[in-house]
């Protein structure tokens, strides 16, 4: 599916994003087209040319090979877009209930899981005739495809309020997020009642799902925050690098061991938990900004210390290779990792840290720019986990003040409950919770 | 250019008519999107005068892919109705000469015919079409509007907004009185009236033409923005009036808007709206309110936008009234709609407090999106009536 550097250089080239993920998996002819001069908008003048040469592709347009369409299992025991390896494109929407009461909550959730269930595996939206406007927006043409999308739904404690008496089915764990030690935090794009996590192989498919979504329930439910995400090809192997430039990713629970899985992320039956919440997950989204005109403005040295990685290979500073395993025991002192570097702090690979090990799945963003001048880019970090105190708060402790935090800036995000996975047709989002 | 184009057209047509559900035709098929694969049923229909129909020969339930191939000499609209009520399950307009396009549909068993109505020509009805069996209908079809059938709703509305412009010119009348006495808070309190009234008669997106522009336009698109000497009309003034601005300063904007005003009741007096218009009103109102109000794009000064969204629904109300007799048997979320524009109407009025109402940015977060929840489901619901009752010829 990846194309080499080479190609990838080639449509670097082109006149479209280049950062944009996924550019790749088109290959030579998109890098063709963008040489070529892809600026050329589709519309009338395409079909005119097409008029002449109705076999070949017009000319002047931007040509693609789209990557093939692809299905993501909608139904399980847990929802998809957790143990899915990530999509190239996100959208991380926190939304407020605005249903007055349990009963207009169950059916938001009932037109979730209908949309989500079509969206997700694609087909012909109904022709409405002249009863109104079209049903579908169209970005994604007549036919949708699934476009490897998932839709992941989750709540925040806000949801078990007094509004639709939902404070005894409350998971444990759960509340509106902490606020650490260096948290800037913005209440404006922090919280909320419902967050959809969007992924897809391609940001239209993601913003078709988005506008589908919102606009079959806009009297239930209101955007309260959202940033889009994206994932950057291997540079040129490995874990695809985050906006500091640096490897991410690379030490992570492997998602294709179920046992492993059911120890970190899935809450299991049985358990202190609510019974509802079985097959659900807790989900911390952190809305991390990197400064990244100071740190572009940081030496190398200093870089891979806070870390603890090469940045070229990912390598940890006491090995060679980006999976080399960080060995901690032989260097006490921190001369090879620094004590405080970021890896060292987050996963000091211990035997009592082993079961605080939670799943990373993130996105980088880039949201334009700030009243300075400065980029407003960095990272959506979000995770999985059992227990969120037991995992992610436990970590978060760790990193307390950590030298890095001179360099990002956290300013949103929230605590959540991924909602168990729906069985068949009949099942909808937050069933077992409503019921 | 462009009628070279549709020649060639046709005669891509012509060529491949014969190949048309065999596979690998889509490559000379010409424009019209090549056909989905599955259970998908393909027919050419031929629209024209004299074939009016033709060419869906194997009727079966389930989805249909019809190219409409217009080989008639003029442009024209496409029907597809019930054989029998005439309800219409789709409408393709424009079809212009020798040009082709695709119609995806789910049917169920049942009756149909194709109507043709080319420009210039009496509409033309084919000939039957049965599709056996008891396969349910996924949509149902809607009975057309016609110019005539909204000629009666036009005179309501059009006698509605006669019978208001008096008050409104009173009230405008009021405003030049308090300006010219140089009494600002009695100015700001006529401007509130005055402007709420105007707002109540749903002049929405340009509904009154150049005159809306002069009694209500905003300075976007102006090079001067706020300063432009050629902006005018109540947010002018209302700019002048919450921005310090000497009041005899804003005269000559108090006196042009009553001039404005009383032209607006010749018009109406003189000329008929389009009954297309009015259909789009019902929707748009709501839309606009959404759109400039709960945004505060068109606030300059007074915060008055909750209010304005509030008279807006005033509008949106009467025109609904106005629609109802030909809604009530075509819309069947009729009932849903009047609920959440009921809905819209209280938690509106739950935010105003001792009778004031606050600027859009003053609400609370909760406050703020119950509104913009409210707003946002009206508008997809009354997005409906201007599709059904978009006049259609039958």
Redo the contacts between chains.
């Keep these: 599916m990846n194309t080499d550097p080479v190609n990838a250089d080639r449509v670097n080239a082109g006149p479209m994003n280049a950062a944009r993920a996924g550019l790749g998996r088109r290959g030579l002819l998109r890098g063709a087209a963008a040489a070529v001069g892809g600026a050329a908008l589709a519309g009338a003048g395409t079909s005119e040319v097409a008029a002449q040469t109705p076999t070949a592709p017009p000319a002047g347009a931007a040509t693609t090979i789209p990557h093939p369409d692809r299905t993501i299992e909608f139904y399980g025991r847990s929802q998809a877009g957790i143990l899915t390896p990530r999509q190239d494109q996100s959208a991380f929407v926190s939304c407020d209930v605005t249903a007055a009461d349990r009963a207009g909550l169950a059916d938001l959730m009932r037109t979730l899981s209908t949309r989500a269930r079509f969206l997700t595996s694609g087909g012909t939206p109904p022709n409405l005739g002249i009863g109104g406007p079209p049903s579908d927006s169209g970005l994604l043409g007549p036919t949708v495809p699934a476009g490897g999308l998932t839709i992941t739904v989750s709540v925040g404690a806000s949801l078990f309020d007094h509004r639709f008496g939902l404070a005894p089915s409350k998971p444990r764990r759960l509340r509106r997020m902490d606020t650490f030690p260096n948290d800037n935090l913005d209440p404006a794009r922090t919280d909320g009642d419902l967050l959809l996590q969007i992924c897809a192989d391609d940001k239209d498919t993601v913003l078709h799902a988005l506008r589908d979504l919102t606009r079959h329930t806009r009297g239930g439910l209101q955007p309260r925050w959202r940033v889009d995400g994206f994932v950057g090809r291997p540079r040129p192997t490995g874990a695809p690098r985050n906006l500091l430039g640096f490897k991410d990713g690379t030490a992570n629970p492997d998602v294709t061991d179920a046992a492993e899985m059911d120890r970190l992320v899935w809450v299991q039956p049985g358990s202190a938990e609510p019974a509802w919440t079985a097959g659900g997950t807790y989900q911390v989204v952190r809305l991390i900004r990197m400064l990244v005109e100071f740190w572009d403005r940081v030496t190398i040295s200093e870089q891979e210390r806070l870390i603890g990685r090469r940045r070229d290979s990912g390598a940890p500073l006491s090995g060679t290779q980006e999976l080399d395993v960080p060995d901690y025991a032989d260097d006490p002192l921190g001369a090879a990792i620094p004590l405080d570097a970021h890896i060292r702090l987050a996963n000091p690979r211990t035997s009592t840290t082993d079961s605080a090990r939670l799943l990373r799945r993130g996105y980088n963003y880039d949201a334009g720019i700030d009243v300075n001048g400065n980029l407003d880019m960095g990272l959506i970090f979000s995770c999985y986990q059992q227990d969120l105190d037991r995992q992610f708060a436990a970590v978060q402790k760790r990193l307390a003040n950590e030298s890095l935090t001179d360099y990002v800036s956290p300013i949103g995000g929230g605590y959540f409950f991924v909602l168990p996975g729906l069985q068949d047709a009949n099942d909808w989002y937050g069933h077992r919770l409503l019921s | 250019m462009f009628a070279s184009?549709h020649r060639?057209?046709a005669t891509?047509a012509v060529g491949s008519t014969a190949c048309l559900v065999s596979t690998g035709c889509s490559?000379?098929?010409?424009?019209a999107?090549p056909a989905?694969l599955g259970s998908t049923h393909v027919s050419q229909v031929t629209i024209s005068v004299s074939q009016c129909g033709t060419g869906w020969t194997r009727p079966v339930a389930g989805?249909q892919h019809f190219v409409l191939d217009n080989t008639d000499t003029r442009t024209g609209e496409v029907l597809?109705t019930d054989a029998g009520t005439g309800a219409?399950?789709?409408?393709v307009e424009p079809l212009a000469a020798g040009t082709r396009t695709s119609?995806?549909?789910?049917l169920g068993s049942g009756r149909y015919a194709f109507r043709c109505a080319m420009e210039d020509e009496a509409t033309v009805i084919g000939k039957a079409v049965i599709i056996p069996g008891t396969a349910a209908q996924?949509?149902?079809?809607?009975l057309?509007v016609t110019q005539a059938d909204l000629i009666g709703a036009t005179k309501d509305y059009e006698r509605y907004v006669s019978g208001q412009i008096p008050r409104l010119t009173r009230l405008t009348g009021k405003l030049r009185a308090a300006i010219k006495d140089g009494d600002r808070p009695a100015a700001r309190k006529a401007w509130l009236a005055a402007h709420l009234e105007y707002e109540r008669l749903g002049a929405a997106y340009q509904a009154f033409g150049d005159l809306d522009t002069e009694i209500n336009g905003l300075p976007t698109g102006r090079p001067g923005g706020v300063h432009d000497p050629g902006w005018s009309g109540f947010h002018r003034i209302e700019y002048g009036l919450w921005h310090g601005q000497s009041l005899p300063a804003l005269y000559p904007s108090a006196r042009a808007l009553t001039t404005a005003t009383t032209k607006l009741g010749h018009q109406f007096a003189t000329t008929q709206i389009d009954p297309l218009q009015l259909s789009i009103r019902g929707h748009e109102i709501a839309e606009n309110a959404l759109q400039f109000e709960l945004t505060g794009q068109s606030d300059f000064g007074s915060g008055s936008g909750l209010a304005t969204t509030r008279a807006n629904l005033d509008g949106t109300r009467t025109v609904l009234a106005i629609l109802r007799p030909l809604l009530r048997s075509r819309?069947t979320q009729l009932p849903a709609l009047n609920q959440?524009l009921i809905k819209t109407e209280n938690d509106l009025d739950a935010v105003r407090s001792a009778g004031k109402w606050p600027a859009p940015d003053e609400l609370s977060?909760?406050d703020r999106?119950?509104l913009?929840?409210?707003l946002?489901?009206l508008?997809?619901l009354l997005?409906?009536v201007a599709?059904?009752l978009?006049p259609?010829r039958t």
């Design positions: 184009r060639l057209w891509l490559a000379t098929a010409g424009p999107a989905p989805r597809l219409v399950f789709a409408d119609l995806d549909i789910d996924p949509v149902a079809p809607v057309a819309y959440a977060r909760p999106e119950r913009n929840s409210d946002g489901q508008c997809e997005a409906p599709s059904i978009e259609r």
